[in-house]
């Protein structure tokens, strides 16, 4: 089993930059991929970023490209998400995620509960 912890979030404005970090708990070997995902108010939950097990390969959205940055590191087991030029559309519920799998955009099988970044104009 893997418990996966957010924290970072806060309110921002516009050009700001965040620093989001998941700690995770549990199967090393249950979180070869991780990957952000986010969920604004009333829109479906989209894929963010994601890392492979050994850091070497990164996938990101077309919208954050260039914008945010996506690591981890295995000795604790945690993994960050960089978030540079905060645009309003940027608002969401962010969620941490792992899976056992070396698929960016497969099934994830552990999930946070959440951390909320809101940027203001």
């Known amino acids: 089993q893997v418990q996966l912890v957010e924290s970072g979030g806060g309110l921002v404005q516009v050009g700001d930059s965040l620093r989001l970090s998941c700690a995770a708990s549990?199967?090393?070997?249950?979180?070869?991929?991780m990957g952000w995902f986010r969920q604004a108010p009333g829109k479906e939950r989209e894929f963010v970023a994601a890392?492979?097990?050994?850091?070497?390969?990164?996938n990101y959205a077309g919208s954050v490209k260039g914008r945010f940055t996506i690591s981890r590191d295995n000795t604790k087991i945690t993994v960050f998400l960089q978030m540079n030029s905060l645009k309003p559309d940027d608002t969401a519920v962010y969620y941490c995620?792992?899976?056992?799998?070396?698929?960016?955009?497969?099934?994830?099988?552990?999930w946070g509960q959440g951390t909320q970044v809101t940027v203001s104009s």
């Open positions: 890392i492979s097990w050994s850091g070497g390969s990164t």
């Open positions: 549990g199967r090393t070997d249950s979180t070869r991929t």
């Open positions: 995620a792992a899976s056992r799998t070396d698929l960016f955009r497969g099934s994830y099988d552990y």
